[in-house]
């Protein structure tokens, strides 16, 4: 339903950072702006023009666009490959904000900015759940079975 869902950043790096965004819906543009949690809409409002249930899915629609467009950019590499304390690195944008992180056993070390520091309880639990996500989704990315002895003559 939603089509040519853009997102790009206003006032990048500065306070009043914001993430503006455009789309097609129902043969209409729309475009707004997304901060936290919130979506101010430009003109034409969309409340204008659509029903209540129309209005409420397109808002949902947005909410879980920006809520994947935040995760762009994860990128996980290696820390001590092949050895016994290797562990994972990532890196994502949440929020405009860039973290980065240790992942080893199932617990997120975070390097600086402490998400802890920017984030609501709330958010940062909806970030570290969307790392353990990103993580095991990573594990799995190149898992390939390999056959018992496969080098060796029985």
């Known amino acids: 339903m939603v089509q040519e869902f853009k997102v790009k950043r206003l006032f990048e790096n500065q306070v009043h950072e914001r ?6 819906f129902k043969s209409y543009t729309y475009q707004g702006i997304f901060h936290e949690g919130d979506i101010q809409w430009f003109h ?12 409420q899915v397109l808002e ?4 879980e666009l920006m809520r994947k467009h935040a995760y762009q950019g994860f990128t996980v590499k290696p820390l001590f490959e092949d050895q016994v304390h290797e562990r994972q690195q990532f890196t994502l944008n949440f929020e405009g904000d860039h973290y980065h992180g240790i992942f080893h056993d199932e617990e997120i070390q975070w390097f600086h900015p402490q ?7 709330d958010d940062l639990q909806d970030l570290e759940s969307k790392v353990y996500d ?3 989704n990573h594990a799995y990315q190149d898992f390939a079975i390999k056959p018992l002895f496969e080098d060796q003559v029985l």
């Open 19 to 24: 993430q503006q965004f455009s789309l097609n």
């Open 44 to 55: 034409p409002q969309p409340n204008t023009r659509l029903v209540e249930e129309d209005l």
């Open 60 to 63: 949902s629609t947005v909410f």
């Open 115 to 121: 998400p802890n520091n920017n984030l609501s309880e």
């Open 134 to 136: 990103l993580m095991k």
